[in-house]
């Protein structure tokens, strides 16, 4: 079947607008992650879904973010009043299970860019 | 805290040449090491996976060394190709936990 997929793929801002991301996991998979990848720098862990238990968002790094996800489907991340330090890469990522030993799959990411 | 170290940062290499990626870690408890290529606007890919008991793991022309005891890993490409041009992250996971911990990253660039 088809992989993660993430929309849009790119998206350009002005600071201080609200943005929307969006991702479609892999049919099946209960849990799903999302990152932030800063250029030249690893995956910062943001939020994490795991059926219908409550969301992890130890990861999220002010109250402008926020993250839904409907069910054990779509998933929304939304950036309130964005800042310049916002741009970067969004990955999206499901897994079978919420386990480290369960391959996590990562979607092609949106690249956001905060002007 | 957790970290992952990875070097070089970055390298180029000519084609049909080896190369050898090193990676640092200090996370604890530690569950398996992950070798993920991400090319350029693309999300990572998994190239191979190891447990602790695991000390080495190939994909064809890739293969993975795994040190737990000095927590150290590599991942050497051999007879690199032109496909070869990603970057190459290290990924570690902690036991009984979801979270992993991302090295940042080294780009390899190959050559004709």
């Known amino acids: 079947g088809a992989g993660v997929s993430q929309s849009p793929s790119n998206k350009v801002t002005e600071k201080g607008k609200d943005v929307e991301l969006r991702c479609d996991p892999i049919?099946?998979?209960?849990?799903l992650y999302w990152y932030r990848q800063r250029l030249g720098q690893g995956l910062e862990f943001l939020i994490y879904f795991q059926g219908n238990s409550a969301p992890d968002k130890s990861g999220l790094p002010s109250d402008r973010f926020s993250a839904e996800r409907t069910g054990e489907s779509v998933s929304t991340l939304t950036i309130q009043r964005t800042q310049q330090e916002d741009s970067a890469v969004y990955l999206c990522?499901?897994?079978?299970?919420?386990?480290?030993?369960?391959?996590?799959?990562f979607g092609p990411g949106t690249r956001l860019t905060v002007t | 805290k957790n970290q992952v170290e990875q070097s070089p940062q970055s390298l180029i290499i000519l084609e049909g040449k080896n190369c050898t990626l090193q990676?640092?870690?200090?996370?604890?408890?530690?569950?398996?090491l992950r070798w993920y290529k991400q090319d350029t606007g693309r999300g990572p890919v998994s190239l191979t996976i190891?447990?602790?008991?695991?000390n080495t793991k190939s994909n064809g022309r890739y293969t993975a060394t795994l040190d737990a005891d000095t927590k150290q890993s590599s991942l050497h490409i051999t007879a690199s190709q032109l496909s070869d041009s990603a970057s190459y992250i290290c990924?570690?996971?902690?036991?009984?936990?979801?979270?992993?911990?991302f090295g940042a990253g080294t780009t390899v660039t190959v050559r004709a």
């Open positions: 190891m447990t602790f008991s695991e």
């Open positions: 049919s099946g998979h209960t849990a």
């Open positions: 990522a499901s897994s079978l299970m919420a386990s480290g030993a369960f391959e996590q799959y």
């Open positions: 990676c640092n870690y200090t996370v604890s408890p530690f569950s398996n």
């Open positions: 990924v570690v996971g902690v036991l009984n936990d979801y979270k992993l911990s």
